[in-house]
């Protein structure tokens, strides 16, 4: 069955850095794009970055712009997360997702699949 698993989260200090990992099972990545999403407590689940199923089409949320790269190993079945200059408002759980119908990527609706979460944590 299909699975989507996150690693990679934890404690970090504002300016640091972490990167998450997105393994997936029971199909094959290569055929479909990916998002990382995150949900901070009290508020919506939100987009942050899109990787269609080649590297051409990639997409980010304003806040994190110039801080996070999404990337994907095809081979790996393995979508990741790198998050550099972390701020106190990265916190969140986040969340990567498959999509199953075409429309603005950051709509949650538009994913099927998603994992359980990792936590992440940016405090001093």
């Known amino acids: 069955q299909v699975a989507l698993v996150e690693s990679g989260g934890g404690l970090v200090q504002p300016g640091g850095s972490l990167r998450l990992s997105c393994t997936a099972s029971?199909?094959?990545?290569?055929?479909?794009?990916m998002a990382w999403f995150r949900q901070a407590p009290g508020k919506e689940r939100e987009g942050v970055s899109f990787?269609?199923?080649?590297?051409?089409?990639?997409d980010y949320a304003d806040s994190v712009k110039g801080r996070f790269t999404i990337s994907r190993d095809n081979a790996k079945n393995t979508v990741y997360l790198q998050m550099n200059n972390l701020k106190s408002e990265d916190t969140a759980v986040y969340y990567c997702?498959?999509?199953?119908?075409?429309?603005?990527?950051?709509?949650?609706?538009?994913?099927?699949?998603w994992g359980q979460g990792t936590q992440v944590t940016v405090s001093s």
């Open positions: 029971g199909f094959t990545l290569a055929y479909y794009a």
């Open positions: 997702a498959r999509v199953y119908r075409s429309g603005y990527w950051a709509d949650p609706s538009k994913y099927d699949y």
């Open positions: 990787i269609g199923h080649t590297d051409e089409n990639i």
